[in-house]
């Protein structure tokens, strides 16, 4: 009675943990897909040729920004991206960045919604970057 017991424990999590593991894959491969459907991923050397041409937007929270960030970059934070999108233009470049590239897939799905044709997100964020970067007298 006691092994039968222990079984249905361990049948029991098993199932738990392939429900997770299949889960995590597939909001990873969502993510890879939202990411290709609306943006091209570039990485450091290719995403620091084009952001003189370009509207770099740093989407991690102001704090984060302030802390450090790219040089040339803007802080607008992901939650008010819907606010000031007007302040874009959709005829130029948009290269969006964030600590990995979670909020750059949401922010180029929103932009991508909105008409922005050429929108960029940095591979693997500013956690990776090894380019210039500024800290904001404004710390926060």
Do not use: C
Request: positive net charge; charged residues 25%.
């Amino acid at each position: 009675m006691l092994f039968a017991a222990i079984s249905k424990s361990a049948i029991i999590l098993d199932v738990i943990f392939i429900v997770i593991i299949i889960a995590w894959l597939g909001s990873y491969f969502y993510g890879k897909w939202r990411r290709n459907r609306y943006a091209t991923v570039l990485d450091e050397e290719d995403f620091q040729k084009g952001i003189h041409k370009a509207q770099v937007l740093d989407l991690r929270p102001k704090e984060q920004f302030n802390r450090g960030h790219i040089l040339g970059a803007r802080s607008m934070p992901l939650a008010f991206l819907r606010q000031q999108m007007d302040e874009l233009r959709p005829d130029l470049p948009v290269y969006l960045y964030d600590e990995g590239m979670a909020l750059s897939t949401q922010g180029a799905a929103y932009l991508g919604k909105r008409g922005f044709k050429k929108i960029f997100i940095l591979k693997d964020g500013y956690s990776k970057w090894s380019g210039k970067t500024k800290k904001s007298k404004y710390n926060d």
